[in-house]
């Protein structure tokens, strides 16, 4: 596909799907600027869309209940939110059919076929990743063993040495566990070609030893993508690992600023916002998957085939601030503040930082209602107290710290309504 036509084809299935979200009243209701929204540059009037923000993530809540009472039936999986927390959302088996063969693309033009693939994702468990991988291996007319994530590794080795399995599909930890236990050898696992993980990122350390004990083992991503959106990237066999190629005619990708959430330069790394564009039954628009990176658009013809642009992951976006050269968190401060208020929640907290030329003062301030006058005092004093509050007061360039109790809705917020964890004041140089 060339990139005018997938230009084409995302922009056309974009006003499909913008048109679709203004014709649902109960969206109209949750989101009243859609009517505003009638094409791609319209879309940041949009709020993000996140499954745990600061409102509780309200938005995602009510989506996903009128996912599950859309006509048609569906598959309904369990997304993110904390534990106790979980929410589910339900996707029309339209698009379970119609993501397949985006999973599939990343054997697009490679003469990679597996013939047996072992199948050891987590099954059941409101987890969408075992069909779904299931239906790749069918749509590439391969045979599929789906012995799950419970087997036992003894047994899965099994199974492998059987059938000479030449691809096993599962995420990295049970690739550890199955190639690093004591009772399972080559001779079991050497049919092996291909590992395709999903699920967790694979970290170096598993890479670089697979490559040295298991040197005819290549090892790819299935691909990324999430239980909400469905399909973004794959991987095809010329990316690096943490690179993907966009599904970009059926995923829309924005790349903000975590803090401000206005767009990033032209290939800059971001926080990514995703709106997916094949029809399903609710319109999730600029929806937070909480990762960061960057696409880039410029690089010429993938030695694959696909003109799709590369994305990059960088990492997950974490609330943060740079101070001093120091980079401060969000679970940092509150890592601190717990050890004195257990039960505190980061909406009850905003850091307020005040640049100087010399450094800076940073401001705690909690909301009266958590914070009695009495305790604010403590609060103060153990601060102070070395190690208690090491991870704050020994940042370079701190020229104080204060503690301020006030009213919710005197907390600082952005042009968008929303109160950041962390504020910062710069100082306006006087005019010389
Ligand atoms: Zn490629």
């Given at each position: 596909m060339s990139n005018e036509l997938v230009t084409e084809v995302s922009a056309e299935a974009l006003s499909h799907k913008l048109a679709h979200a203004r014709s649902?009243?109960?969206f109209?209701?949750?989101y009243p600027r859609i009517l505003e929204v009638q094409e791609l540059a319209d879309l940041n009037r949009l709020p993000v869309l ?179 959106t469905g399909?973004i990237g ?12 966009l599904h970009a005619d059926a995923m829309l990708l924005e790349v903000v600023d975590?803090?401000t959430l206005q767009a990033v330069a032209e290939e800059e790394?971001g926080e990514f916002l995703l709106t997916p564009l094949l029809p399903d039954?609710?319109p999730l628009l600029r929806y937070r998957i909480?990762?960061?990176g960057r696409i880039l658009r410029t ?8 003109s799709m642009p590369?994305l ?104 968008a ?16």
């Open positions: 649902l009243p109960w109209r209701a949750l996140a499954v745990e923000d600061e409102s509780g993530g309200g938005l995602f809540t009510a989506l996903g209940e009128a996912s599950h009472r859309a006509p048609g039936g569906g598959l309904t999986l369990t997304s993110g939110g904390s534990t106790g927390n979980r929410k589910q959302i339900s996707h029309s088996w339209a698009f379970n059919a119609a993501i397949v063969p985006l999973g599939a693309r990343m054997f697009g033009a490679t003469d990679e076929r597996p013939e047996v693939a072992i199948n050891c994702l987590t099954a059941g468990e409101m987890q969408g990743a075992f069909q779904y991988a299931s239906a790749i291996v069918r749509h590439i007319g391969a045979r599929l063993l789906p012995a799950g994530s419970q087997m036992g590794v003894q047994r899965v080795a099994e199974l492998i040495q059987t059938h000479k399995a030449d691809a096993l599909i599962c995420t990295p930890s049970f690739a550890a566990a199955l190639f690093n236990h004591e009772r399972v050898g080559a001779v079991q696992l050497c049919s092996l070609k291909w590992l395709y993980y999903i699920g967790e990122p694979c970290s170096k350390t598993l890479r670089d030893q697979l490559a040295r004990d298991w040197p005819m083992l290549n090892i790819r991503s299935l691909g990324y993508s999430s239980t909400e399909p794959f991987q095809c066999a010329h990316l690096e690992h943490g690179s993907y190629h975590p803090l790394t039954h609710v909480g990762d960061r690089v010429t013809k993938c030695a694959c085939g696909s590369v990059t992951l960088e990492g997950r976006v974490e609330t943060s601030i740079k101070l001093g050269g120091a980079l401060i968190t969000q679970s940092q401060v509150l890592h601190v503040l717990r050890q004195l208020l257990p039960q505190l929640h980061a909406t009850d907290v905003q850091v307020q930082i005040e640049r100087q030329p010399e450094g800076a003062r940073i401001r705690l301030v909690l909301a009266e209602d958590i914070l009695t006058a009495d305790t604010q005092s403590v609060i103060e004093d153990a601060l102070q107290v070395e190690g208690q509050a090491s991870a704050l007061l020994r940042l370079p360039g701190l020229l104080g710290l204060e503690v301020k109790r006030l009213a919710r809705q005197e907390f600082e917020t952005t042009l309504g929303k109160t950041p964890f962390f504020v910062t004041f710069e100082q306006t140089p006087a005019p010389s």
